[in-house]
C-alpha cells in the first residue's frame, strides 16, 4: 500500500506544491498560535500524562486533580502515546503538530489518487491538488483546531482515508488492524462494522476480532492481571460518565440529527423525560441505520463501496455526541463530490459550495464572536453535511439509473 509514499516526492514538483501547502498552512497556524500565546496543546497534554501514568502503573481514571482535563480514553489510546514521552513535553508537541502535518498530506493525496483510480476520473496530480486544496479550505477550521488542541479527529479520520484504500488492495490483515487502533482511540471506526456484514467480509470481520481482543492485553505489558481489569472496569465507568454529560439534546451546542430534529420542530415538547428521549434517540438511530443499509449495496461493486464507505465517514458527526471538531470528518465526502462536480448542474454545484461554507467558515476572524456563537447554536454545521449528504445520495441514484 505505500509503495507509493515515497519521501522522494520533493522531485514531483506537484506533489511538492501540494506538500508546500499543507505545510506553510501548518507553520502559519504554529506561528499565529505561538504570537497569540496560544500554544498549549491541552488536549495532547491529557494524552502525555495518560502515557506517563501508564508506564509508571499508574490510575488513569477519575483523577480529581486532573480538572476539565480527564483522560476518558481506552487504556489502549494512552499507550499509543507511549513512544513520544523519550522528548519532553515541550518538544513532544511540535512533533505531533507536524506529524499530524505530514500525515494530512499523504492521506488526502492517497485518498484523491484512490477515488480518481476507482471512479476512473482520470485527473491528472494538478487537477488532484486543486480538488485537494479547495476540500482542505472548506475544513480549514477544523484542521487548524485540531493542531492547535492536539486533539486525535484528524488522526483517526486520515487513518480512515487510509483503510479504504487498504479495502481496494484487498490488504485485510493491515485494514483489520488500522481499524481496531481507531475504535481504542474514539469508537467511530464502529460504524463500519455493518458494512462489512453487508458486505459478506467475514474474513475481515474475524480478523479485525482477532486484532481488537489482541490489542486490548496491551495494557498487561504495563499492569497486573487485576490491576487490567480494574483499568477496563474504570474505562467503562468513565466512557459512561462521558456520555451522560454529552447527551443533553435539546442544548444549542449538541449538533447531532437527534438534537438538531428536535429544536427546530415540536419534537422538542414531547422530550418531557429521560426514557422518552432515549425512545426517541433510538426511534431516529434505527431510521438512520435503515437509510444506510439501503445507501449500501450487496456484493461489491468498486464504485458503490468507495461512496458507501465516504457516507459512513460523512455521518460520524451527525450521531457522536462530540464537539464541532468532528465535522472535519466530512472532509472525504467533500473531496468526492469536488471531484464529482462536473456531473452537477448549477443548483447542485451552488448547494456543494453553499454546504462547504456552512460545515468551514464560521470563523471568529471571519464573522466574528457573536455571529460564530449565533451561528454554531443554530448548528450550520449539521445543515452543512445534510446538503453534503443529499448530493452523495443523488450521485449514487444517478450513476445507478444510468448504469
Given at each position: 500500500?505505500?509503495?507509493?509514499?515515497?519521501?522522494?516526492?520533493?522531485?514531483?514538483?506537484?506533489?511538492?506544491?501540494l506538500?508546500?501547502?499543507?505545510?506553510?498552512?501548518?507553520?502559519?497556524?504554529?506561528?499565529?498560535?505561538?504570537?497569540?500565546?496560544q500554544?498549549?496543546?491541552?488536549?495532547?497534554?491529557?494524552?502525555?500524562?495518560?502515557?506517563?501514568?501508564?508506564?509508571?502503573?499508574?490510575?488513569?481514571y477519575?483523577?480529581?486533580?486532573?480538572?476539565?482535563?480527564?483522560?476518558?480514553?481506552?487504556p489502549?489510546?494512552?499507550?499509543?502515546?507511549?513512544?513520544?514521552?523519550?522528548?519532553?513535553?515541550?518538544?513532544?508537541?511540535?512533533?505531533?503538530?507536524f506529524?499530524?502535518?505530514?500525515?494530512?498530506?499523504?492521506?488526502?493525496n492517497?485518498?484523491?489518487?484512490?477515488?480518481?483510480?476507482?471512479?476512473e476520473?482520470l485527473?491528472?496530480q494538478?487537477?488532484?491538488?486543486?480538488?485537494?486544496?479547495?476540500?482542505?479550505?472548506?475544513?480549514?477550521?477544523?484542521?487548524?483546531?485540531?493542531?492547535?488542541?492536539?486533539?486525535?479527529?484528524?488522526?483517526?479520520?486520515?487513518?480512515?482515508?487510509?483503510?479504504?484504500?487498504?479495502?481496494?488492495?484487498?490488504?485485510?490483515?493491515?485494514?483489520?488492524?488500522?481499524?481496531?487502533?481507531?475504535?481504542?482511540?474514539?469508537?467511530f471506526?464502529?460504524?463500519?462494522?455493518?458494512?462489512?456484514v453487508?458486505?459478506?467480509?467475514f474474513?475481515m470481520?474475524?480478523?479485525f476480532?482477532?486484532?481488537?481482543?489482541?490489542?486490548?492485553?496491551?495494557?498487561?505489558?504495563?499492569?497486573?492481571?487485576?490491576?487490567?481489569?480494574?483499568?477496563?472496569?474504570?474505562?467503562?465507568?468513565?466512557?459512561?460518565?462521558?456520555?451522560?454529560?454529552k447527551?443533553?439534546?435539546?442544548?444549542?451546542?449538541?449538533?447531532?440529527?437527534?438534537?438538531?430534529?428536535?429544536?427546530?420542530?415540536?419534537i422538542?415538547?414531547?422530550?418531557?423525560n429521560?426514557?422518552?428521549?432515549?425512545?426517541?434517540?433510538?426511534?431516529?438511530?434505527?431510521?438512520?441505520?435503515?437509510?444506510?443499509?439501503?445507501?449500501?449495496?450487496?456484493?461489491?461493486?468498486?464504485?458503490?463501496?468507495?461512496?458507501?464507505?465516504?457516507l459512513?465517514?460523512?455521518?460520524?458527526p451527525?450521531?457522536?455526541?462530540?464537539?464541532?471538531?468532528?465535522?472535519?470528518?466530512?472532509?472525504?465526502?467533500?473531496?468526492?463530490?469536488?471531484?464529482?462536480?462536473h456531473?452537477?448542474?448549477?443548483?447542485?454545484?451552488?448547494?456543494?459550495?453553499?454546504?462547504?461554507?456552512?460545515?468551514?467558515?464560521?470563523?471568529?476572524e471571519?464573522?466574528?464572536?457573536?455571529?460564530?456563537?449565533?451561528?454554531?447554536?443554530?448548528?450550520?454545521?449539521t445543515?452543512?453535511?445534510?446538503?453534503?449528504?443529499?448530493?452523495?445520495?443523488?450521485?449514487?441514484?444517478?450513476?445507478?439509473?444510468?448504469?
Amino acid at each position: 500500500m505505500f509503495k507509493k509514499i515515497n519521501f522522494l516526492f520533493l522531485h514531483d514538483r506537484d506533489n511538492l506544491w501540494l506538500f508546500s501547502f499543507v505545510f506553510i498552512f501548518s507553520c502559519v497556524s504554529l506561528l499565529f498560535c505561538t504570537i497569540n500565546d496560544q500554544f498549549e496543546m491541552l488536549d495532547f497534554e491529557v494524552y502525555y500524562q495518560a502515557a506517563q501514568r501508564i508506564v509508571s502503573s499508574e490510575e488513569l481514571y477519575n483523577i480529581k486533580s486532573d480538572g476539565h482535563y480527564v483522560f476518558h480514553y481506552s487504556p489502549n489510546a494512552g499507550i499509543f502515546f507511549v513512544p513520544l514521552l523519550i522528548f519532553p513535553l515541550k518538544i513532544a508537541k511540535y512533533i505531533f503538530w507536524f506529524l499530524l502535518t505530514f500525515i494530512l498530506y499523504f492521506g488526502v493525496n492517497s485518498f484523491i489518487s484512490t477515488v480518481n483510480k476507482v471512479e476512473e476520473n482520470l485527473l491528472d496530480q494538478k487537477k488532484k491538488n486543486i480538488i485537494v486544496v479547495l476540500s482542505l479550505l472548506a475544513v480549514l477550521k477544523h484542521v487548524h483546531f485540531e493542531l492547535t488542541l492536539g486533539q486525535v479527529n484528524m488522526l483517526i479520520l486520515i487513518i480512515f482515508m487510509f483503510i479504504i484504500k487498504l479495502y481496494y488492495l484487498n490488504k485485510k490483515h493491515l485494514f483489520s488492524i488500522l481499524l481496531s487502533i481507531t475504535i481504542f482511540i474514539k469508537p467511530f471506526g464502529l460504524i463500519f462494522i455493518p458494512f462489512l456484514v453487508v458486505k459478506k467480509e467475514f474474513k475481515m470481520l474475524f480478523l479485525f476480532l482477532i486484532y481488537f481482543i489482541t490489542l486490548s492485553m496491551l495494557p498487561l505489558l504495563f499492569y497486573s492481571l487485576n490491576d487490567f481489569f480494574h483499568l477496563y472496569l474504570s474505562w467503562f465507568k468513565e466512557l459512561t460518565t462521558e456520555l451522560n454529560a454529552k447527551q443533553n439534546i435539546l442544548s444549542n451546542y449538541n449538533h447531532t440529527i437527534f438534537s438538531v430534529l428536535a429544536r427546530f420542530t415540536p419534537i422538542k415538547y414531547l422530550l418531557v423525560n429521560e426514557t422518552i428521549k432515549l425512545i426517541y434517540q433510538l426511534l431516529i438511530l434505527s431510521i438512520v441505520g435503515v437509510g444506510i443499509l439501503k445507501f449500501i449495496q450487496k456484493g461489491s461493486r468498486r464504485q458503490a463501496c468507495l461512496c458507501e464507505m465516504i457516507l459512513l465517514i460523512s455521518i460520524i458527526p451527525l450521531i457522536a455526541f462530540t464537539n464541532d471538531n468532528a465535522f472535519i470528518f466530512e472532509l472525504p465526502i467533500i473531496l468526492y463530490l469536488i471531484s464529482k462536480s462536473h456531473q452537477m448542474n448549477l443548483f447542485k454545484k451552488s448547494a456543494l459550495i453553499f454546504s462547504c461554507a456552512l460545515v468551514g467558515l464560521n470563523i471568529y476572524e471571519l464573522v466574528g464572536k457573536e455571529t460564530m456563537l449565533f451561528l454554531s447554536s443554530i448548528s450550520i454545521y449539521t445543515f452543512g453535511t445534510i446538503i453534503l449528504l443529499y448530493l452523495m445520495f443523488d450521485l449514487k441514484w444517478k450513476n445507478k439509473t444510468t448504469a
